[in-house]
């Protein structure tokens, strides 16, 4: 799979900008604020619809829009080729009146060959990994942002688990207010009964979407990782789950890491929801008494471990750089094995704190993939035999051109 036109209307910095990529490498040079970045941003929004770096959609539209303009309207429209097939893929970006006092209201819009579809049904349509140093937060960060990590995984490669997600989601926020009510209030706590089966049943595919890729992910991963640091650390992830299926069924407390997950990967959904929903009842009272829920795939845990050292108390700058990009060409690799296509991998500004070897060993990861959008502010990081290979477009000031290498 492979982006072959991109197309941006009152996006960021852009007022408009057209291009036609080629299916190979393209790196994008410039200096910081030119429109580099949100160049990768407008293509990652057509993967997974949010944007890497605003905190509110509503903050992409140009900022150069009139505000006498009633209605404001961004556009991201993406054409690209899938198993042979052409297609397109739009979203909007729209800001507008919300009733006569003044105040505007944001909504989104997607369209799929020229059809309005739910976002849900969108995602996998068009797939990509995205690299940006703001990432390090899945390794350094809390465990919500590495939760955040796997579901974004998953929704690209995992049929319906974004609905799933939403559902959870949204049965999770109601359970949580009818605990807090019976904590305050009491009542007959088999009014927990119905929401206790949602959670169980939406959750379990969570579970299940998880422990199925974890394994791969970890095998993809650490053949990058060795690849990077010529074989001098060894990369493992330590999965924490709050629900364990394989403890409901046995009895018995796994062991940490994902050995144990091909034997969780072989039980049936059916079998999870049912785990899950004892579990759930066990800890009705305590649930009830803290007013949230204690256990469930929304308090999973996930460590990213070198050489056994754990990464986010222990890992210098370099090692997690490192780790992280290895965990991106994993997700490039995975995806490859479930659809069977690439997918667009974009990244930013990628070399910053890797030394001349990790750098050498991440430009040859790269003759692997289909399309790959590179960001730098500095060509000297790159070898020359690099830049003549590949494409090199400067960007500036929100104009890009391509550049003819000399």
């Known amino acids: 799979m492979y982006l072959t036109r991109l197309s941006l209307n009152n996006f960021r910095v852009f007022s408009r900008l057209e291009l036609d990529f080629p299916r190979r490498v393209i790196l994008f040079h410039g200096a910081n604020a030119q429109g580099k970045t949100t160049i990768l941003e407008s293509v990652a929004f057509l993967a997974l619809f949010t944007s890497f770096s605003a905190s509110a959609d509503r903050q992409l539209l140009n900022f150069n829009l009139p505000e006498s303009e009633p209605v404001k309207v961004g556009r991201i429209v993406g054409e690209f080729e899938r198993a042979g097939r052409k297609n397109t893929l739009e979203v909007r970006l729209i800001q507008e009146p919300n009733g006569g006092n003044g105040s505007s209201r944001f909504r989104k819009e997607a369209l799929l060959n020229g059809v309005i579809r739910r976002f849900s049904d969108l995602y996998g349509q068009f797939n990509a990994v995205t690299f940006i140093p703001q990432m390090a937060k899945i390794i350094e960060g809390g465990p ?128 999870i929801e049912l785990g899950f929903a004892k579990e759930l009842q066990k800890h009705r009272k305590d649930d009830i008494q803290r007013g949230s829920t204690s256990v469930g795939p929304h308090r999973d845990e996930l460590r990213f471990l070198a050489n056994q050292v754990d990464l986010a108390d222990f890992g210098s700058r370099g090692q997690m750089r490192t780790a992280l990009l290895s965990l991106k060409f994993a997700e490039v690799d995975l995806m490859k094995q479930r659809s069977g296509e690439w997918p667009v991998l974009l990244l930013d500004e990628v070399m910053a704190e890797l030394d001349p070897i990790r750098r050498g060993a991440l430009l040859s990861l790269l003759d692997k993939v289909e399309q790959a959008f590179v960001t730098t502010t500095d060509l000297d990081m790159f070898e020359r035999k690099f830049l003549d290979l590949h494409e090199v477009w400067k960007v500036e000031r929100g104009v890009v051109s391509k550049e003819t290498q000399v």
């Open 144 to 271: 919500a942002d590495r939760r955040r990590y796997l579901d974004e995984i998953l929704c690209q490669i995992e049929p319906g688990y974004s609905k799933h997600l939403l559902r959870y989601s949204q049965v999770m926020t109601r359970r949580n207010a009818l605990l807090k009510r019976l904590g305050e209030f009491g009542g007959p706590t088999d009014q927990l009964d119905y929401w206790d089966g949602l959670l169980a049943e939406h959750g379990a595919y969570l579970v299940r979407g998880r422990i199925g890729m974890l394994g791969e992910l970890e095998s993809f991963a650490r053949q990058s990782h060795e690849e990077l640091t010529m074989r001098r650390e060894v990369f493992r992830l330590e999965y924490q789950p709050s629900f364990d299926p394989t403890q409901s069924q046995s009895g018995q407390i796994s062991l940490p890491g994902v050995q144990h997950l091909a034997e969780a990967s072989s039980i049936e959904v059916k079998d």
